[in-house]
């Protein structure tokens, strides 16, 4: 088919310009949920066991520390990245599901989805983090701010890689290897506890807070670049 067919066919089946548009647009109802109201519904879809892994930890935490008298600082720490898990597991929840494109459309898109997700689990994890503190540092030999720094750092670190993962691999492979990611952070935390004594010295704590720094700033970027990639998203679809 040439172009001056196509251009006829065009021409003679030319869609009517629309009338009243505005004022049928005006006419639609749009649904009365704010912000606020989307933020608590959204906080409903967060998995229970979720937050059930938060109140274990607490309660775990509180048994040990006050209860059995142990130094649960080294048990919360290690703990730490099962919970940054749960972050990084609902954040490419769209994506694992399929569900990004559908949410690309809705009157929230999915960027407003995955900042109300970051925010309530961002927060309800700083609130559990510092109800922790005070029974992470019970029976310790450390200082508050070094309890602190010694939980936060592997959180960060978990959060960090898991948001780089989920924001580069697809599917369901994302969350297995976030898993991977949050087991070894773990891990490694338990086997330097127990084979170096050096590094939680007064004279390795620089290390400490070096490694919290750079973990603070890559877990900020790596959200950033989440909300970018999203906004990319929508200007695609």
């Known amino acids: 088919m040439n172009n001056k067919l196509k251009k006829a066919l065009s021409k003679s089946f030319e869609a009517p310009a629309p009338t009243r548009k505005k004022a049928f647009l005006r006419s639609i109802q749009k649904p009365s949920i704010g912000y606020f109201d989307f ?115 592997p959180y960060l670190l978990t959060i960090f890689g898991g948001l780089w993962i989920v924001r580069k691999v697809r599917g369901k492979e994302s969350i297995y290897i976030c898993c991977g990611i949050a087991a070894a952070v773990s891990l490694g935390n338990i086997i330097l506890y127990q084979s170096s004594y050096v590094i939680y010295s007064e004279q390795g704590f620089i290390w400490w807070i070096s490694a919290l720094i750079f973990s603070l700033i890559g877990t900020v970027n790596q959200c950033y670049k989440m909300i970018k990639q999203t906004e990319e998203l929508a200007w695609n679809s």
């Open 39 to 153: 933020v608590c519904a959204q906080a409903a879809y967060i998995r229970k066991w979720v937050w059930l892994i938060s109140t274990l930890s607490f309660i775990v935490a509180v048994i040990g520390a006050k209860f059995m008298n142990q130094d649960m600082l080294w048990c919360v720490s290690a703990f730490m990245p099962i919970l940054a898990l749960s972050i990084l597991t609902e954040s490419g929840r769209s994506e694992v599901y399929g569900m990004s494109e559908f949410e690309l459309s809705t009157r929230f898109s999915l960027k407003s989805v995955v900042l109300a997700k970051l925010g309530i689990l961002g927060f309800s994890n700083f609130v559990l983090f510092c109800l922790l503190i005070p029974f992470a540092y019970i029976n310790s030999c450390v200082s508050v701010l070094q309890t602190g720094v010694y939980m936060a750092c």
